[in-house]
């Protein structure tokens, strides 16, 4: 769909005309999060750590593990995620004690 010659900017084949910056950075999610990003490489940083807007649309660190923004934080790092797995499990036990009673 781009054309991507390194002396200018990138073209649309269909029409054959530029395209702005702005639409193609409005494609790429979190792009303000990261910075010193390359639209041609795709490369960048985030918290002073490399990674890369892959072909199938996502962020990964060199180490190929997905980039997890501010929203989105990574399993077992975050506090949040275990005690959330701990509620969602007396959550479980909850809701099978209640199944048991309907069903005696």
């Known amino acids: 769909m781009w054309n991507v010659p ?7 084949f269909n029409s054959n005309k530029d395209v702005p910056l702005e639409t193609l950075t ?7 999060q990261v910075t010193d990003f ?7 940083k985030f918290n002073n750590k490399d990674v890369i807007w892959t072909p199938i649309h996502q962020w990964k660190y060199r180490n190929y593990r997905t980039v997890h923004f501010n929203e989105t934080p990574t399993k077992g790092t975050n506090s949040k995620l275990s005690s959330n797995k701990s509620s969602n499990k007396s959550n479980l036990d909850k809701d099978t004690a209640q199944v048991k009673d309907l069903l005696k």
């Open 6 to 12: 390194p002396s200018k900017s990138w073209t649309n």
């Open 26 to 32: 409005d494609l790429v999610p979190y792009y303000h």
């Open 38 to 44: 390359d639209l041609y490489t795709g490369k960048a």
